[in-house]
């Protein structure tokens, strides 16, 4: 860890030194037991299952029954009958196999950190909203702003999404396994994006790093986003991680396209300086 | 959207919902359906409901208008007087230009429904009966019924007695106002005036609404409010009037309309819906071999079905219309 140097801005959370490649860094005392862990977070076994009929409940009652069984043990969770009910399946900070039988309405297995989810039907809007860590796997189609924000994680939709796909993206993989709608990527900052259809207008607009593979037709690119060169790493990344969710590009992942950030955001690698901080 | 040209934003809120039925006759109970998906959206906005159904042509005219607002009621004494007198002109203009009434009912008593027969100039008597000072007509159509009011769609339900309503589709709004009043002249659905039959909800914000409607108001169309989502039904009625079909007249206002919108047009025979370019607002649409249903949220959708459907975000600048 780089040396910190203990004053008045280090105490305000902020740090002066240059971060070193692309990892972001965190800075903690020991002593501050509490930071080392999550609230809410469960030991969980995965061999304990149990289910929830969700036919007459509110999501906040199914997001409790959920933590409740979590409290208890228990790893192995499906949700029967969610109905299209927004903001369900959120907040979940430990492992757990996390089943819905069907579809999920808005900001679904949003703030999550670390479970393996498994929809089997569509999500509507911001499905796996600043998404940590673990896997949301939708075997349907999803609605706009898929992952925005996600900062860790696989977020897979086998079907087709809406606009502004993996809007603000900081990191981990979204995946989709049909079309995608306008300005996905948009002020992309770091992970990547497999889109296996086509792409709409304006992709990786004003991004600022990420890569995008696209193996269907682009209507567009937005601003700052360009063609990249395809590698082999490229090709292996693709092949394995598609493998993972038994996902094929339609025309081989050779074929796919790469688009990249083309510009190179001023001092970007670099914090600014402390007393600039303090001023703002 | 919920509020008028000035406002900033509403950018996730109002609920649109539509549903069509395409080889079922006339006798699906589709004002239960609206009311179920429409109720679905409260959340959306509580403020107001409105729906737009179509059921079965007599062969009279179906004229929806109102002689107050629901507040008017509360403010003095006078208003019941008012309105009578306000009924009773209402009924001498439309004789006045040979409108035969063959049946008036009222729900409330400012909200009235007349059958009428009628072979003259619908757009003058539509103005005729307008020029009365706090009567405005709803809609005019024959197999359209445009009804709107406070309260969210359990209750407009309810008053208007809208639970058994058998047609063939319809469409509806639940409204959250923002810079507008919460009253029945803003909210929707919007009546394409003066063509019988044509019928607007709108999510959304429409940022060239001036300017739209002054060119608009030269060619002699009216508004009635100064709500942004009047424009698209007076832009659609106005294509239509040019010999434009509904789907061209669509395709052309994503182009016309500047902002960020979802909406909806209902004509005797069509539901048609249209995104905008950035694709902002929501839409989810279920496209069935018997029925299409679509809404802001597939929540609204899920209260038509107790299985899984397959739904699917129609994209940017997209235009579809569907024919019963």
Request: charged share 25%.
């Amino acid at each position: 860890m780089a040396k910190l140097k203990q004053d008045k801005s280090h105490e305000m959370g902020l740090h002066e030194e240059q971060l070193k490649g692309r990892t972001q860094q965190r800075f903690f005392s020991i002593d501050e037991s509490e930071n080392l862990t999550y609230f809410h977070s469960f030991d969980v076994d995965t061999s304990k299952s149990a289910s929830i009929d969700a036919l007459e409940m509110t999501p906040r009652e199914i997001n409790r029954e959920i933590r409740a069984l979590m409290e208890k043990g228990i790893g192995d969770i499906t949700v029967d009958n969610p109905m299209s009910r927004h903001g369900v399946g959120v907040g979940i900070l430990n492992r757990l196999n996390l089943t819905f039988s069907d579809s999920l309405g808005y900001f679904g297995c949003g703030l999550i950190d670390g479970p393996n989810v498994h929809i089997k039907g569509r999500v509507g809007w911001s499905c796996g909203e600043n998404m940590m860590a673990g896997t949301v796997v939708i075997d349907g189609n999803a609605g706009s702003t898929f992952g925005a924000a996600i900062r860790g994680g696989d977020l897979v939709c086998k079907g087709s999404v809406g606009a502004r796909t993996g809007i603000d993206q900081k990191g981990g993989t979204i995946i989709v396994g049909g079309k995608t709608g306008a300005f996905s990527g948009f002020m992309m900052q770091r992970g990547r994006m497999i889109i296996l259809g086509d792409a709409g207008m304006n992709l990786g607009d004003s991004m600022y790093d990420g890569t995008i593979y696209v193996g269907g037709e682009v209507e567009d690119l937005g601003v700052d986003c360009v063609p990249g060169e395809m590698t082999e790493l490229d090709i292996r990344y693709l092949t394995e991680k598609l493998g993972n969710y038994d996902m094929k590009a339609p025309n081989g992942v050779e074929k796919m396209q790469k688009y990249v950030s083309g510009k190179t955001l001023w001092n970007y690698d670099n914090l600014e300086p402390n007393e600039k901080k303090l001023i703002l | 959207m919920a509020g008028n040209f000035q406002g900033k934003g509403d950018y996730f809120m109002c609920g649109i919902a539509g549903i069509i039925h395409k080889n079922a006759g006339k006798d699906v109970n589709i004002g239960e359906q609206m009311t179920a998906m429409l109720q679905a959206l409260k959340h959306r906005g509580p403020d107001s409901t409105g729906y737009a159904m179509y059921g079965e042509d007599n062969g009279n005219h179906v004229v929806r208008f109102k002689v107050a607002e629901a507040a008017d009621l509360e403010g003095s004494f006078e208003i019941h007087a008012a309105i009578e007198n306000r009924i009773a002109a209402v009924n001498s203009r439309m004789e006045d230009l040979g409108a035969k009434i063959v049946k008036k009912e009222s729900a409330t008593e400012y909200s009235h429904r007349y059958e009428i027969q009628f072979s003259g100039d619908m757009k003058k008597l539509a103005d005729f009966v307008e020029d009365i000072e706090g009567v405005e007509i709803l809609s005019i159509g024959n197999s359209l019924e445009l009804i709107k009011d406070l309260g969210d769609a359990a209750v407009v339900s309810e008053q208007y007695g809208l639970n058994d309503f058998s047609g063939t589709h319809g469409i509806g709004h639940t409204r959250m106002a923002t810079e507008s009043d919460v009253d029945i002249r803003s909210a929707h659905p919007y009546w394409a005036y003066p063509f019988s039959d044509v019928s607007v909800v709108h999510n959304g914000q429409l940022t060239n609404y001036w300017t739209n409607r002054r060119a608009l108001e030269l060619k002699g169309h009216r508004f009635s409010s100064n709500c942004d989502s009047e424009l698209i039904a007076v832009y659609i009625a106005d294509r239509i009037n040019q010999g434009q079909d509904l789907e061209s007249a669509m395709k052309d206002s994503v182009e016309y309309l500047d902002g960020v919108f979802t909406y909806l047009v209902a004509t005797r025979d069509q539901l048609g819906m249209a995104k905008d370019v950035m694709a902002a607002k929501p839409m989810v649409v279920y496209e069935g071999d018997d029925m299409i249903a679509l809404a802001s949220e597939e929540v609204a959708i899920r209260t038509l079905f107790d299985h899984h459907i397959e739904t699917f975000d129609p994209y940017h600048g997209e235009v579809k219309v569907w024919q019963n």
